[in-house]
């Protein structure tokens, strides 16, 4: 779904098209997905992918098809790209989160992109990711995440780095009001 500078939607245009050299802004999402002891998922995206082939990025990202909730289309992705079922349902963790990138083959991302936060129990099933989409993953602590991307930012996907800025000194606050 395209949407204009305000987050309204103003179209459609098939998934396929939608990043070249010149990207229209479209609706996104992004999930951050932790297990029940804290560690966060990073995956690698696969060598074939589009855009940013083969960096480190949060756990998966898509688009809604027309007319399908985000919380719907992050179920579906979690369960077509990871083989993941959530317990409960993803929350919203940044509404309304945008940006615009373009990687080194020229290909421009352009997304009003809400990221949401997902926590898997203790008896989840094992990740079957679809080797289309991931080349690899890790479980790894929020703290030692933050530190690679502060050390290394070319080696993740930069909207895992933008989105990092902004949830960690939310994080930060939350901690300190307890």
């Known amino acids: 779904m395209l949407v204009d500078d305000a987050g309204e939607p103003c179209g459609t245009a098939p998934r396929d098209g939608l990043h070249g050299r010149s990207t229209p802004?479209?609706?996104?999402?992004?999930?951050?997905?932790?297990d029940a002891s804290g560690l966060v998922l990073v995956t690698?995206?696969?060598?074939?992918?589009?855009?940013?082939?083969?960096?480190w990025t949060n756990a998966f990202c898509g688009h809604p098809r027309p007319g399908e909730p985000v919380v719907a289309a992050v179920l579906r992705r979690g369960a077509d790209e990871l083989g993941l079922t959530f317990p409960?349902?993803?929350?919203?963790?940044?509404?309304?989160?945008?940006?615009?990138?373009?990687?080194?083959?020229?290909t421009e991302e352009n997304e009003l992109?809400?990221?949401?936060?997902?926590?898997?129990?203790?008896?989840?099933?094992?990740?079957?990711?679809?080797?289309?989409?991931?080349?690899?993953?890790?479980?790894?602590s929020p703290d030692d995440l933050a530190r690679a991307v502060t050390a290394a930012p070319w080696a993740f996907s930069p909207w895992l780095v933008a989105q990092l800025a902004e949830l960690r000194p939310a994080e930060g606050a939350t901690h300190a009001r307890r």
């Open 25 to 34: 802004r479209h609706l996104a999402f992004s999930c951050h997905v932790s």
């Open 44 to 55: 690698r995206r696969a060598l074939a992918k589009r855009s940013w082939p083969g960096v």
């Open 88 to 106: 409960r349902p993803p929350r919203v963790v940044l509404p309304a989160f945008s940006y615009r990138a373009v990687d080194d083959a020229g």
């Open 113 to 140: 992109c809400p990221v949401l936060a997902a926590t898997l129990d203790d008896d989840a099933p094992a990740l079957s990711p679809d080797p289309a989409e991931v080349a690899d993953w890790r479980w790894v």
